[in-house]
């Protein structure tokens, strides 16, 4: 079952995917804006809702199912309505995010699906990045699990990492935040590398053969590690097209409650570049230089 989108924002997402290889037609994942047609079998929605959603061409190939343009077709299943006080520039920068750490969490680490209200599940979980935009999902579906929560991040951005749910934060650029974390957590904890570069994949590594765990989850292929840890990399790209279970739990029972109860924030902050279809390599480019806690958010229009 199908929709389409009026597209008013998109965000650029996998950046090092984007700008690393040269790509061949339209591509893009992350959309907001308003319903401009439903499918047959589509009840949740109606035209002219604020909405957000998943596109799947990147994995499909389909060109309709990209974002990268004004109009944009999504699966039902990966779609939320955008309660009226969140920006939709604000909901651009959730989707992929979203489904990247919830396929982390609870398709490869075998957390508790969320709820609303969950009960402390008396375990914590390392995310390894808490201030890129997986991570800031990582930290708050964590949360949702009933996980306690301790993250990496730049020491400006601890406070940020904080008010999202994480109870500690340490500096990924300490000489001891090894030793610093090997301080909370214990046996049957879990970990998840959000940032998955080669020194972060070998401090994950040591961490999980350090609490007796046999493998943690890592957003990007793995590199070899002297530890015998299984390094899991996760596919956002599933929930709701082979993991329905994640991608219902997730997106259509907990996402637009928890969004206009104010228990699931849009964080990361977009980065908002307006100007439409002309501006997507001034975002590429500015993600390419370096950005901390923020996201690269594109306006394809004035009105949805």
């Known amino acids: 079952m199908l929709l389409r989108f009026r597209n008013k924002f998109f965000s650029i997402e996998v950046p090092i995917f984007i700008w690393k290889f040269e790509i061949h ?3 893009g994942a992350d959309v907001s804006g308003t319903i401009f047609q439903l499918g047959s079998g589509v009840d949740r929605f109606k035209i002219g809702q604020r909405v957000m959603g998943q596109c799947d061409g990147i994995l499909t190939r389909v060109v309709q199912n990209t974002v990268f343009q004004r109009y944009a077709t999504c699966s039902e299943i990966l779609v939320s309505v955008v309660p009226d006080d969140i920006p939709l520039a604000s909901a651009a920068v959730l989707p992929l995010a979203t489904s990247t750490a919830a396929a982390g969490l ?4 075998g957390m508790p699906l969320l709820v ?11 995310i390894w990045g808490g201030s890129s935009s997986c991570g800031a999902s990582a930290i708050q579906l964590a ?7 301790v993250t990496t991040a730049g020491t400006q951005n601890h406070d940020f990492v904080k008010s999202i749910s994480a109870t500690h ?14 301080a909370i957590l214990r046996t049957g904890d879990a970990i998840f590398d959000c940032i998955a570069q080669t020194n972060t994949q070998h401090a994950c590594a040591e961490v999980a053969h350090k609490i007796g765990a046999s493998k943690f989850a890592a957003v990007l292929p793995p590199v070899p590690n002297e530890y015998n840890v299984e390094h899991v990399m996760v596919n956002g790209l599933d929930v709701g097209l082979v993991d329905f279970d994640i991608g219902d739990a997730v997106w259509r029972k907990y996402l637009p409650e928890a ?4 228990k699931y924030l849009t964080k990361s902050d977009p980065e908002v570049l307006e100007g439409g279809l002309r501006r997507v390599q001034d975002g590429i480019d500015l993600l390419r230089n370096g950005m901390s806690a923020k996201k690269v958010v594109i306006e394809i229009a004035k009105q949805a």
């Open 143 to 149: 949360k949702a699990a009933g996980y306690t929560v």
């Open 106 to 109: 609870f398709k490869i680490l």
């Open 116 to 126: 609303l209200d969950p009960k402390p599940a008396g375990k914590t979980i390392l």
């Open 169 to 182: 934060a340490f500096n990924h650029k300490s000489p001891t935040v090894i030793q610093d974390i090997l």
């Open 259 to 262: 969004l206009a109860k104010g």
């Open 25 to 27: 037609g339209i591509i």
